[in-house]
Nanobody
């Protein structure tokens, strides 16, 4: 069974740091783009950061210079290093990855279950 499992969320004071991890497991042949989204209460889910298979990255404007996305292909894992956190970063963070499974010809997006990040002022 293919799954993405996030970890690293928690409660932190403003100005602090957290590192999120998301590990993909199962019958995975290859992984294309990997992403982090977040959803705050009563707000739409938004794309925070993306890293391609070639390790090009792009970020939501409000997190540029504070967040860094990276990946470890040997571990099928994507990370999100979050520094200088602000209360407005409070949200459930979800990872998303385009996976190609064995005996499959297409990449299909999979989602993790989400991890809560709370930043206190």
């Amino acid at each position: 069974q293919v799954q993405l499992v996030e970890s690293g969320g928690g409660l932190v004071q403003a100005g602090g740091s957290l590192r999120l991890s998301c590990a993909a497991s199962g019958s995975i042949l290859s992984i294309n783009a990997m992403r982090w989204y977040r959803q705050a209460p009563e707000k739409q889910r938004e794309l925070v950061a993306i890293i391609t298979s070639g390790e090009s990255t792009n970020y939501l404007d409000s997190v540029k210079g504070r967040f860094t996305i990276s990946r470890d292909n040997a571990k099928n894992t994507v990370y999100l290093q979050m520094n200088s956190l602000k209360p407005e970063d409070t949200a459930v963070y979800y990872c998303n990855a385009d996976l190609r499974l064995f005996r499959s010809t297409n990449y299909v997006p999979y989602w993790g279950q989400g991890t809560q990040v709370t930043v206190s002022s």
